[in-house]
């Protein structure tokens, strides 16, 4: 089955979308739903939510006015997506036999345009079978997009992907390289995906370096001593990349009280532009 996007309905042209690791959604219940009123996106990805479903803070979201769909468990990973209007043709995971790929993977449909939010696992160390499953994950992912997408129609992919692509992408290259997100393996599984049709939109727009989405709450200062990683992405297939007007990432809530290890990174999409 492959999603086949639609046209936007007249007046609702513009599509801004943004992806946040919360590292808890529960703890970031406050960030989250400040910027949704200030920013009115029409789609904010959460990644990390680490939360089981039945203690997701629905009424925070929809106090908002925004709705949101998710798939989580006690203490790891969790996706979720919220949207101002209703999300379409809602999935988790693969799509496969493997529940356990619902809790990193969401896919929905948004005027006419199919989102796909994912947390790559992280791979802890490139000694562990953990590593391996994430080179893995890559190759799934990209059997996911060869089986239900095509490179040729409107797509947007986001999320945490726990890797570092360029070495302008990570404060300290030369120190850095071997990490879990910043090797030769890794960096390969990612083009091997990206290969299938993906543009980075936030590189079209920002192509300079020292702008990261992940600052560790272990290096003390690290904001403002810019010791950063680009780990957290959007991309989206030619069709759609043509449209995007803008892209950044908003420092705000990672310099907010009691803030996420990462923060909020943003695209906006002209959709009239759609051919």
Known sequence: ???????????????KVASFNVNSVRSRIA??????????????CLQETKVQDHEFPVQAIHETGYQVVFRGEKSYNGVAV????AAQEVSFGFDTSEPRDETRLACVVVKGIPIVNTYVPQ???TSLPFFQYKLAWFARL??????LFSPNRPLVWMGDLNVAPEPRDV????????HVCFCPEVSQA????LSWGFVDVFRKHCPEPEIYTFYDYRIRNAVPRRMGWRVDHILATAPLARCSIASSVDMEPRLAPKP???TIITAEFDLSRLS
Do not use: C
Request: charged share 35%; glycine share 6%.
């Open 190 to 193: 990612f083009s091997e995906v």
């Open 123 to 125: 791979g802890r160390d």
């Open 82 to 85: 919220i949207t101002r209007e």
């Open 142 to 147: 990209r059997e996911y997009f060869d089986r």
């Open 1 to 15: 089955m492959e999603l086949s996007p639609k046209p936007p309905a007249k007046g609702n042209e513009l599509l």
């Open 31 to 44: 960030i989250i739903s400040e910027w949704l009123t200030r920013h009115q996106p029409d789609v904010l």
């Open 260 to 262: 996420s290890d990462h």
């Open 171 to 178: 404060y300290a290259p030369k120190e850095l390289l071997g």
